[in-house]
Structure formats: structure tokens, C-alpha cells
């Protein structure tokens, strides 16, 4: 089952029945069509790759608004919820058919460059951060602020002599 996982922790599942299939349908998405012309299928996944598509489609599939799953979502959970849905939708189909087959190729490749872009992410930070030497750079830091330019130390008061 296809399922992405929120900031806050939560899964999403997305099982794509004929009743959200009705309803994406309503906002002007046929699956049926997106399954027999290629070109349909493309735009369709050239749309959701803008953020706010895929959430008005993830939303249509969910019960719920957009805003509220754009608000526990970050870069992470974007890719996540893409993914999550390609899998919906490639589920949805007869496992016999031929475009399923194509479909999940098309899905398994998206995951392997993910993982290498992931990985190639990681590698290059990695590599950042030695060169810069951190340990360096955050010990030789001034402390003192919280970012705003205004002292953290405590204020001293004045002595009073009595």
C-alpha cells in the first residue's frame, strides 16, 4: 500500500478506489484517460510535481484541505507524498496489464534516482563540512548573540552600596 509520512509522524495511506477515482475525476482528473494516452499521463505528472498540484490531488485522495497536509509537510515529506501517489495510481490498475508493468519500471526508477540523489546530497555535505572544518568555524563563533545582534549574557545590575 502506498503511504508517505508527515512531519508530525503521522502516515498517510493512499489506496485509490473507484470512489476516488470518481472523485478526482470531479476535479478534472481521469485516471482512465491518464491510463490510455501517455501525453495525459505526462502533463498529469508534470503538474503534480509542482508542490501545490500535488497537494490538491493528495487532498481530493485524503478528505481533507491542501493547506492542512501542506502544513505538516516539508521538502521530505513532498517527495514522500510524490512517490506515495505514483505507487496509488500505478496500484490502482489491472497487475496485468501491459502500461502496469511500464508503470512500475517508471516508479522504480524514480526511486532509484532519488536514493542516488539522496546519496550524492549527502556525499557533498559531507564533503562541505570537511572542508570547511565546522568545529572550527562554530568554536571561533561568537556566542554571545542570538542572531538578532543582541547580547545573551546576563544583564549586570548595578551594586548598590548601602
Not at 498517510?12 to 478506489?17: A, D, N, P, S, Y
Not at 498529469?44 to 493547506?67: I, K, P, Q, Y
Request: proline share 3%.
Amino acid at each position: 500500500m502506498a503511504s508517505y509520512k508527515d512531519m508530525g509522524g503521522k502516515v498517510h495511506e493512499l489506496v485509490i478506489r473507484i470512489s476516488e477515482r470518481n472523485k478526482l475525476k470531479a476535479h478534472g482528473i481521469d485516471l482512465a484517460e491518464l491510463w490510455v494516452y501517455p501525453e495525459k499521463l505526462e502533463a498529469f505528472l508534470t503538474s503534480v510535481m509542482n508542490g501545490e498540484r500535488l497537494w490538491e490531488v493528495l487532498a481530493v485522495l485524503e478528505g481533507v484541505s491542501a493547506d492542512d497536509l501542506m502544513n505538516v509537510a516539508n521538502g521530505d515529506t513532498e517527495e514522500q507524498a510524490g512517490l506515495a501517489l505514483l505507487e496509488a495510481i500505478t496500484d490502482f490498475f489491472p497487475q496485468s496489464h501491459p502500461r502496469t508493468k511500464g508503470m512500475s519500471t517508471l516508479l522504480d526508477r524514480v526511486r532509484k534516482a532519488d536514493q542516488i540523489h539522496r546519496q550524492a546530497v549527502g556525499e557533498l555535505m559531507t564533503g562541505l563540512a570537511t572542508s570547511l572544518d565546522l568545529s572550527t568555524v562554530f568554536s571561533s563563533a561568537d556566542l554571545s548573540t542570538n542572531g538578532s545582534g543582541e547580547s545573551q549574557a546576563p544583564s549586570e545590575s548595578p551594586v548598590s552600596s548601602t
